[in-house]
């Protein structure tokens, strides 16, 4: 496998589908509410928010392998290749290279903002800040039994935010809304990835929520945050009718998020929890985009 496509895969490139959809369903939003859309402004949104999301995911591999958290037999570079532990790159190459991709993501804000969009500039530089504190000092998150929260603010509030406002100039708390149930499974991800590393976590020293938690606990919220998800969607139908499609069409995947969010409930977490978690989120996200392109199709005939 040749160099190039083993740095690419490092930055694990099937993580960014999740960032794409939650960017596409902001962007359709607008449209629901008579508003027009700038597509090009839309691909701009896209490609900053994965360039981040890239240095995100980077960024924890090499602080993880800076505190001896990432090394061979782990449960995370068991299936997937690690830049560092992998020898794809050098430390140093990785957290070059990571910033790299995020001043890369703020240079698109900046020259939005340059245009037509002035506050994309302020809204990139607080995604850039958070995707850095996720795993980096002074104050990491993730190390601090905060990266749930850093993931939800990232997922939940800063990417829908960004994406409507990029795509037709204005704020709005609509996307918020209506993305909270993609957020929480993305938050969820994340959960079944920090259960299935909690002895690890704990042996390297450092403080996930899940570690705080213990097992057991974790595992009780992991449920209700796959199971909140779904609830959650119908929040937004109240604030906006023709989002109870997209609302209503993911629940055909409810037997395959119960199936994953009992899968702790033998007392073990298997090795590829978060990719079990991460098959639900596609499905639902997928069937979410469709009943949300069927709503505005019928926003315009009604």
């Known amino acids: 496998m040749g160099k190039a496509k083993m740095v690419f895969l490092a930055t694990r490139p099937w993580s960014f589908p999740f960032t794409v959809m ?27 928010s994965v360039l981040l999301h890239a240095m995100v995911n980077l960024l924890n591999d090499y602080f ?11 449960g995370t570079v068991e299936y997937r290749p690690h830049p560092i532990v992998h020898n794809i790159m050098t430390p140093q190459a990785t957290f070059g290279f990571a910033l790299s991709l995020g001043l890369i993501g703020l240079l698109l804000a900046g020259l939005a903002a340059l245009t037509t969009r002035p506050l994309a500039i302020v809204l990139g530089l607080i995604g850039f800040v958070v995707a850095f504190l996720y795993t980096g000092p002074p104050l990491p998150l993730k190390y601090n039994a905060l990266g749930e929260v850093g993931v939800y603010i990232a997922w939940g509030t800063l990417i829908p935010l960004g994406a409507y406002y990029m795509a037709c100039g204005e704020l709005g708390i609509l996307p918020v809304i209506a993305l909270l149930p ?63 499609i997209p609302a209503a069409l993911p629940l055909i995947t409810l037997p395959d998020a119960d199936k994953v969010a009992r899968m702790f409930d033998q007392g073990e977490a298997p090795p590829d929890a978060d990719p079990r978690v991460a098959g639900v989120l596609q499905k639902y996200a997928t069937l979410y985009l469709i009943g949300l392109i069927v709503s505005v199709i019928l926003n315009y005939i009604m």
């Open 182 to 244: 993609l957020s929480l499974m993305i938050v969820a991800v994340l959960a079944a990835n920090n259960i299935r590393d909690i002895e690890v976590d704990k042996a390297s020293g450092i403080r996930t929520l899940e570690v705080v938690l213990g097992f057991d606990r974790s595992r009780k919220l992991f449920k209700a945050l796959i199971y909140a998800a779904y609830a959650s969607a119908f929040t937004a139908a109240v604030f906006n009718r023709f989002l109870l």
């Open 64 to 74: 993880d392998y800076k505190r001896g958290i990432d090394r061979p037999g782990a």
């Open 22 to 48: 939650v960017v596409l369903i902001a962007s359709l939003l607008p449209l629901l509410e008579g508003l027009k859309v700038s597509w090009l402004m839309v691909v701009v949104a896209a490609a900053g």
